[in-house]
């Protein structure tokens, strides 16, 4: 089993930035890539930014040249820095670890709301 524990949200004015952390803990050795995912209300869970281990990145278009995912020493952590704000990145953000068996690992979430 897999643990993914996230920090870092808040609010903040449009413009602004907020940096997101995820820390795993448990079988990590199965983890294969990491990433960031956001639900705002009424709408469906979509893709913020993925990295796999060996440093591929993937970025959904809202978020191209905005947002930055890393990662983090030790690599069981995963960091996005999100610059430029928006009110419509407000959302759930959730950590998500994706093991080498494709089981789908996934933290409690953490709030990020951009005030205009």
């Known amino acids: 089993q897999v643990q993914l524990v996230e920090s870092g949200g808040g609010l903040v004015q449009a413009g602004g930035s907020l940096r997101l952390s995820c820390a795993a803990s448990g079988i990590i050795f199965s983890i294969n890539a990491m990433g960031w995912y956001r639900q705002a209300p009424g709408k469906k869970r979509e893709l913020v930014a993925t990295?796999?281990?060996?440093?591929?990145?993937n970025y959904a278009d809202s978020v191209k040249g905005r947002f930055t995912i890393s990662r983090g020493n030790p690599k069981n952590t995963v960091h996005l820095q999100m610059n430029s704000l928006k009110p419509e990145d407000s959302a759930v953000y959730y950590c998500n670890g994706i093991s080498t068996r494709a089981t789908a690992y996934w933290g409690q979430g953490t709030q990020v709301t951009v005030s205009s």
């Open positions: 990295i796999t281990n060996s440093g591929s990145t």
